[in-house]
């Protein structure tokens, strides 16, 4: 029997028999993603110290979210026209594969690009769990099964930084990607059986939009590379074709006309995009931070990530609680609320960073980002799923992953070549600050949400 979001009664729940292996195979699979996402924020300073990688810092990062991103499009287009369970198989073993490459790296090349691989593979998997929330649950559910996915952050937060910051230390660094291979085997054996009972709806792939995807992230990749270069003439070549190559690519993939978003699906990925760029940037830059400027431990720094990330949890718990009684029409409001507070929080923390304040000042300023990020991503979400055109499920969320991956990576890459380039002090200062400017643009065009 295959499994609609109409064939079975709200009422029955998301742990429900015919239900329950579907849900508890996406919080596993979040669950991997987001240790890992954690993990390596925390660990990464110690990897690029060994790896004499510190000047492409950015780059191990923004080669993760530019792999994600062309996983969204392509494998969210495939499990559309397919059903989500061989796209799904396909992206964890990609993940796996990730694990293994940089697990056993010997350079900061080889690095990287284990951890492109490990984003495919992410993408593909993120992008299939929104496929399958939108058409294996009612929409009175999927609030829910989304809270559930934001919780599946919280053990990662509470023992993510501890266990990497632990591993690297008394055993090695290593072993945080090497250790996860077993969770993968546990998440396919699960994740998959549950996933060929959701419906697939036929739609073809538009191979012109894998093309578009692929361009604007050779595009992507080129404009970041012109950021790291220290004259300006190859800068500024490399930096004019990679937007030539990736303006008309992202056009094509989120309509021509979606930069002056009429459409509230356009302000949608718009404001998606100032959200990740703010937030997931600053993560990538925050432990860094800590350890060089003010002398803490990987573990020490690991625990601002931990709070942001529990609080990002609780406060999706009270969201959804708070979307279930107003059903849903507080949505708009509570993104842009929340895409303020990640403003405010960015702003506090690039200024307690260099202040001569107690280093936790600054774990409590992020801690504001991660409240900001769980009222907003997740009304945000909904406001854009609900919106999906029949049929069209999954290239809907692919491009609301897109749109994840193009402002993280941006994000990333910025901070990592303003690092590179003027160094820790002053680079995570400059990116703070405009990160803060950006997630308040988010909040300003929040209000077009509503149509």
């Known amino acids: 029997m295959t499994l609609t979001a109409e064939s079975q009664a709200p009422q029955a729940g998301v742990f429900s028999p015919g239900r329950r292996n579907l849900t508890l195979g996406i919080m596993l699979s979040m669950l991997i993603i987001a240790f890992e996402s954690l993990a390596v924020a925390t660990i990464l300073p110690q990897v690029a110290s060994e790896l004499n990688g510190l000047k492409v810092y950015g780059w191990s990062f ?42 056993l790296a010997p350079s900061m090349a080889v690095f990287i690009a284990g951890r492109a691989v490990q984003g495919f593979g992410g993408g593909g998997v993120v992008a299939v769990a929104y496929l399958a929330i939108n058409k294996g649950f009612p929409d009175e559910l999927r609030a829910r099964v989304l809270t559930l996915m934001s919780s599946a952050w919280v053990l990662p937060g509470l023992i993510g930084p501890s266990l990497a910051s632990g591993l ?29 009972r959701v419906a ?42 990679g937007t030539a190559l990736a303006l008309p690519a992202l056009g ?19 404001v998606r995009l100032c959200l990740t760029f703010g937030f997931f940037g600053a993560e ?38 708070l979307d279930e009684r107003t059903q849903g029409r507080l949505r708009p409001l509570v993104t842009g609320a929340g895409a303020a507070l990640i ?24 801690a504001l980002g991660g409240a900001g990020m769980g009222f907003a991503f997740q009304s945000h979400t909904l406001v854009v799923l609900k919106q999906a055109p029949e049929g069209q499920e999954g290239l809907v969320s692919g491009n609301l ?51």
């Open 62 to 103: 923004s080669a993760f979210f530019v792999g994600f991103m062309i996983a969204t499009v392509g494998l969210g287009s495939w499990a559309d026209r397919s059903g989500p369970a061989k796209p799904y198989l396909s992206a964890i073993v990609f993940f796996a594969a990730g694990l293994l490459l940089a697990g």
């Open 168 to 196: 690297a230390v008394w055993l090695s660094w290593r072993g945080v990607f090497l250790g996860l291979l077993p969770l993968v085997l546990l998440a396919v054996m699960l994740t998959v059986p549950a996933l060929r």
């Open 200 to 241: 697939s709806s036929g739609t073809p792939i538009d191979r012109s939009r894998l093309w578009a995807v692929c361009l604007a992230a050779l595009g992507l990749v080129l404009g970041l590379a012109a950021l790291s270069q220290k004259t300006w003439p190859p800068a500024l070549g490399l930096g004019l074709l």
């Open 252 to 270: 094509r993939l989120f309509g021509r006309a979606s930069y002056r978003l009429r459409r509230p699906l356009d302000a949608g990925f718009a």
């Open 284 to 321: 990538a830059l925050i432990p860094l931070s800590l350890q060089h400027l003010r002398g803490l431990t990987p573990w020490q720094s690991g625990l601002a990530l931990t709070g942001a990330a529990l609080v990002w949890s609780a406060c999706s718990v009270i969201n959804s609680r």
């Open 343 to 366: 403003a405010l929080s960015l702003a506090l923390t690039g200024l307690l960073i260099h202040a001569p304040l107690p280093a936790w000042t600054v774990g409590v300023a992020w």
């Open 401 to 451: 992953q897109l749109a994840d991956m193009l402002g993280s990576a941006l994000g990333a890459g910025l901070a990592g070549a303003l690092v590179a380039q003027i160094g820790v002090g002053l680079g995570s200062g400059w990116f703070l600050g405009l990160a803060a400017a950006v997630a308040g643009l988010g909040a300003l065009a929040s209000p077009r949400l509503r149509g």
